[in-house]
C-alpha cells in the first residue's frame, strides 16, 4: 500500500524540467488547486507560506506583528529562491510574491508560472473563511482587495499562463491547468 502510494507521487506525467508555480490574489485556489494538480500530474506540493511558518517557527500573522512585513518579505524570496532550485514541483505561492521584482525574475527564469485569476466576489467569499491573514484583519476586505487587484493584476498578467479560477469546483480548474500545461509544454519544447 505504502509502496503504491509513494510510486503515484513523483512520476510527472507531464514530463515536466521546471516546477510550475501559482500566482494571483489571496483567496484565488493557489494551495487547494495546487495540492490537486500536484497530484494529478505527479509531482510534489509546495506552499511557500507554509515553508516560510516551517523556517520562522512561527505563523505568518506573528511573522507581521513582531518583525514586520519586510522581514516576512526577506524570508519569502529566501525561501522561494530555494524551492526554485530544487526538484520540479507545483509550488503555491504567497500573494505577494510575484509582485516582488527579484522573485518574479527567478520565476519566470525557472519555472512556469499560471496566474490563478478570480473575481472580486469569489476573493471575498473565500478569503472570509478565516481571519488570519495580516494584510485582511484590518479594515474593509473588499476596499483592500479591490486597491490589490489594481495594483498586483497588471503584475500577474505577466505569468506565462492565465487560468480563471471562478467558475465551478477545484477540480474543474485542476483539469484546465493540465491541459494548458501540456499546450505549453508542445509549444515550448
Ligand atoms: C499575502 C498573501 C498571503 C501571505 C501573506 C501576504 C499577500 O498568502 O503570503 O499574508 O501579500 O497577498 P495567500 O495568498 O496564500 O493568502
Known amino acids: ?32 488547486v495546487g495540492r490537486r494538480l500536484a497530484r494529478d500530474i505527479g509531482l510534489e506540493f509546495v506552499d511557500s507560506d507554509n515553508e516560510i511558518v516551517e523556517a520562522a517557527g512561527c505563523s505568518i500573522a506573528d511573522i507581521f506583528e513582531m518583525y514586520g512585513e519586510d522581514m516576512f518579505r526577506d524570508l519569502e524570496k529566501r525561501v522561494l529562491l530555494r524551492l ?12 505577494g510574491a510575484f509582485i ?3 522573485i518574479r525574475a527567478a520565476i519566470r527564469a525557472q519555472a512556469i508560472s499560471i496566474w ?3 473575481d472580486i466576489e469569489v476573493l471575498i467569499e473565500r ?30 498578467g505577466e505569468a506565462d499562463l492565465v487560468v480563471e479560477s471562478d467558475e465551478g469546483a477545484h477540480e474543474t480548474v485542476v483539469a ?12 515550448h519544447s
Open 1 to 32: 500500500m505504502a509502496e503504491h502510494s509513494t510510486i503515484s507521487v513523483n512520476r510527472n506525467v507531464l514530463g515536466l524540467k521546471r516546477p510550475v508555480v501559482l500566482v494571483g490574489l489571496m483567496g484565488a485556489g493557489k494551495s487547494t
Open 84 to 95: 526554485l532550485g530544487s526538484t520540479p514541483s507545483v509550488i503555491a505561492t504567497g500573494g
Open 100 to 102: 516582488n521584482d527579484d
Open 116 to 118: 490563478l485569476k478570480a
Open 127 to 156: 478569503v472570509s473563511r478565516r481571519n488570519t491573514r495580516p494584510l485582511l484583519k484590518t479594515g474593509d476586505k473588499r476596499a483592500t482587495l479591490t486597491r490589490l487587484i489594481e495594483e498586483r493584476h497588471p503584475i500577474y
Open 176 to 187: 484546465k491547468i493540465a491541459r494548458r500545461l501540456v499546450e505549453y509544454t508542445k509549444e
